[in-house]
């Protein structure tokens, strides 16, 4: 079982942005935010990848994952708090960025998916 680190200002503040990029994302090309979501939490809060895993199935808990999420709480894997900031500012970024994508020509909408699919495949084989 994993140690949780306490809930300081910093982290707080780090998983409000999370959620907010990652829904922002999520509106704008439709992406899970677990593509989002997981990177962040691995390289900003030093999670290990079944951790973020376990806090991005649970901020998904309720219209998603329920079953997946108790395997990875019952692993201990799963940061209940941590999922629900997430979750709460990723229906915000999720409307923001469905609002900005509605304004962007659908030829560079295809660009900027392909190009953050691209960047974050990268960041993941590449880093240690």
Known sequence: MSTKPPMDLSIIIVLLLVGLIA???SGM????????????????LSMTQHQAQGVSIGMLLMPVGFLAA?????????????SLI????????????????LNIDEALMRKIFGVFILLMA???IFSK
């Open 29 to 44: 090309v439709g992406i899970g935010g677990g593509i989002i979501i997981v990177p962040a939490l691995v390289y900003f």
């Open 23 to 25: 829904g922002m994302a």
């Open 86 to 101: 997430i979750g709460a500012t990723f229906v915000i970024g999720a409307w923001i960025g469905s609002k900005i994508s």
């Open 122 to 124: 990268l960041k993941m």
């Open 70 to 82: 108790m395997n990875y709480y019952k692993s201990g894997n799963l940061n209940f708090k941590y």
